[in-house]
T-cell receptor, first 114, second 111 residues
Framework: DAGVTQSPTHLIKTRGQHVTLRCSPI?????VSWYQQVLGQGPQFIFQ???????GRGNFPDRFSARQFPNYSSELNVNALLLGDSALYLC?????????????FGDGTRLSIL | GQQVMQIPQYQHVQEGEDFTTYCNSS?????IQWYKQRPGGHPVFLIQ?????EVKKQKRLTFQFGEAKKNSSLHITATQTTDVGTYFC???????????FGDGTTLTVKP
């Protein structure tokens, strides 16, 4: 079975642009979470979606938004990109929306802002 | 807000030596998860601890959850080069409804 897949793997943008990152969860998993990981730090929680509804939101500005589709895939959108948005964006899926489920991470999208 | 601290930040050991990383939360946790991230890779789930004082073992890895459910540790016996990577703890506070990751302990093993 395929694991969590994310696209694109790398992306270079300039300040002020917007970006859309995509994630397909493991088959059968209904929950998707997004994390931002800056070099040398742990993943920081951005959003969790379960059954197409937002279940949690981290301390990120409104420039960050996400959605989940009927097939449980998800998109993370970031508007008005800043230099500080440069990071590895990780998507993690789990079977249910319960927070004590193990999370399965994808390889991430490395976003560089110039 | 909830904070999860891990120490040490880095640990360099000779192959065969033991290794321990500690995780401390500012709030009482419902559970704690441990993940391993190899260089250039993504976090991989290792284990979850739920009960106060719980101890779990996976081969050479021993995981403990503190009695007060505010701290945890991961101990590796007789490290091998395959143990190289960054070990993260993630603590769940049900009031916050989400897990908070520590900044990890990066382990390097010299053969």
């Amino acid at each position: 079975d395929a694991g969590v897949t994310q696209s694109p793997t790398h992306l270079i943008k300039t300040r002020g642009q917007h970006v859309t990152l995509r994630c397909s969860p493991i088959s059968g998993h209904k929950s998707v979470s997004w994390y931002q990981q800056v070099l040398g730090q742990g993943p920081q929680f951005i959003f969790q979606y379960y059954e197409k509804e937002e279940r949690g939101r981290g301390n990120f500005p409104d420039r960050f938004s996400a959605r989940q589709f009927p097939n449980y895939s998800s998109e993370l959108n970031v508007n008005a990109l800043l230099l500080g948005d440069s990071a590895l964006y990780l998507c993690a899926s789990s079977f249910s929306g319960v927070s004590n489920q193990p999370q399965h991470f994808g390889d991430g999208t490395r976003l560089s802002i110039l | 807000g909830q904070q999860v601290m891990q120490i040490p930040q880095y640990q360099h050991v000779q192959e065969g030596e033991d290794f321990t990383t500690y995780c401390n939360s500012s709030t009482t946790l419902s559970n704690i998860q441990w993940y391993k991230q190899r260089p250039g890779g993504h976090p991989v789930f290792l284990i979850q601890l739920v009960k106060s004082g719980e101890v779990k073992k996976q081969k050479r890895l021993t995981f403990q959850f503190g009695e007060a459910k505010k701290n945890s540790s991961l101990h590796i016996t007789a490290t091998q080069t395959t143990d190289v990577g960054t070990y993260f703890c993630a603590g769940l506070n049900t009031n916050a409804g989400k897990s908070t990751f520590g900044d990890g302990t990066t382990l390097t093993v010299k053969p």
